[in-house]
């Protein structure tokens, strides 16, 4: 059953009461037929029903995450900015907060944490044109002694 509550701010922050519909994830379970298809993405519920012709993908890609949380499987196809704009007039509320997981793993890119060892990224090439300049200049150094 969707419960409908007022969140206290609109996106503008301006005050304007909006209502929120809740789903369980039980009732997003049982839409997984092509006669109606909800997805999770996000902790947001989307009914992709009138997409499904229209997906680049194709339907069968939309039906194996039918009813369940598809967050995962979004983020890993990297959809682009105008996938995740059109998403918006599928939205119909959100998961109710008792079912929502812990965001500790999220994948989203808006609230992910870019990179906890980037050093580790330049750090190494750094340390190894290091390395190959001393051995360079070593090499050469020792040559032309020997000459």
């Given at each position: 059953?969707?419960?409908?509550?007022?969140?206290?701010?609109?996106?503008?922050?301006?005050?304007?009461?909006?209502?929120?519909?809740?789903?369980?994830?039980?009732?997003?379970?049982?839409?997984?037929?092509?006669?109606?298809?909800?997805?999770?993405?996000?902790?947001?519920?989307?009914d992709i029903t009138r997409f499904l012709n229209e997906h680049p993908g194709g339907e069968e890609v939309l039906l194996e995450q039918a009813g369940a949380d598809a967050s995962e499987s979004f983020e890993d196809v990297g959809h682009s900015s105008d996938a995740r704009e059109m998403l918006k007039q599928y939205y119909i509320g959100d998961v109710h907060p008792n079912d929502l997981k812990p965001e500790s793993g999220s994948k989203d890119p808006s609230k992910n944490n870019t990179c906890k060892s980037c050093w580790s990224y330049w750090i190494f090439p750094i340390i190894g044109a290091v390395l190959l300049g001393f051995?360079?200049?070593?090499?050469?150094?020792?040559?032309?002694?020997?000459?």
């Open positions: 059953m969707a419960t409908v509550e007022t969140s206290c701010s609109d996106r503008k922050g301006q005050g304007v009461e909006t209502p929120v519909t809740y789903y369980r994830l039980e009732e997003v379970a049982k839409r997984n037929s092509l006669k109606e298809i909800w997805l999770v993405i996000h902790g947001r519920v989307y051995l360079y200049r070593y090499y050469y150094t020792s040559e032309s002694r020997s000459s």
